[in-house]
């Protein structure tokens, strides 16, 4: 299958500062999507974004398929932001691998 | 329009037996997958359906079985339970090789 690894593991941040998450996959893929896990469990799709660059809001991301990476950023990050944050990409199927995921917690 | 619909949401087991769980996808969407999620083995592929037609299959036991029906809905099932099949199921909805959207998911409890 295919390998996909996200950084940092854990991350905490003040209210109202920057991140970026990053997530590397191990082979070439049709679809990359970004999720937030909310706290009831429920995956909320954030992007889907097998290419280029998206923005939404105070969230965009970028993925660089030649390279294999995607990468999250929260801007001016907010203590509603806090969860944890997975990257998942598909190559055939709907078959998703999904990473480890991105703990954030934002602190007033 | 309405989202994916899994049930139920909460579902406590004795070890041994069995469970069906449930899984409504977005209209017009044909395929349906489920996943298994674990604080040790995190989000892991148990199979796909597109068109009543297992497509894919996790590494998983043969207790884990699934269907899909002519409307799109989806059950899943897991006979003889052990209490490492304790987990949240996820399923996700989507057409063809597009953006996929999950449900809220079923917490089974095996106890």
């Known amino acids: 299958g295919i390998q996909v690894e996200q950084s940092p593991p854990d991350l905490i941040l003040q209210e109202g500062a920057n991140s970026t998450l990053r997530c590397n996959f191990s082979d070439s893929v049709n679809n990359l999507q970004w999720f937030h896990q909310n706290p009831w469990g429920q995956l909320i799709n954030l992007f889907y974004?097998?290419?280029g660059t998206k923005q939404n809001g105070r969230l965009s991301a970028t993925t660089v398929a030649t390279e294999r990476y995607s990468l999250l950023y929260i801007s001016s990050s907010q203590t509603t932001d806090s969860g944890v944050y997975f990257c998942a990409v598909e190559k055939v199927g709907n078959q998703f691998y999904f990473g480890t995921g991105t703990s954030l917690t934002v602190i007033p | 329009k309405a989202g994916v619909t899994q049930t139920p949401r909460y579902l406590i087991k004795t070890r041994g037996q069995q469970v069906t769980l449930s899984c409504s996808p977005i209209?017009?969407?044909?395929?349906v997958s489920w996943y298994q999620q674990t604080p040790g083995q995190g989000l892991q592929f148990l199979f796909e359906y597109f068109s009543e037609t297992q497509r894919n299959k996790g590494n998983f036991p043969g207790r884990f079985s699934g269907r899909q029906f002519s409307n799109s809905r989806s059950e899943m099932n897991v006979s003889t339970l052990e209490l490492g099949d304790s987990a949240l199921y996820l399923c996700?909805?989507?057409?063809?090789?597009?953006?996929?959207?999950f449900g809220q998911g079923t917490r089974l409890t095996v106890v």
């Open positions: 209209s017009g969407h044909r395929s």
């Open positions: 974004i097998p290419s």
């Open positions: 996700a909805s989507s057409k063809a090789e597009s953006e996929a959207f």
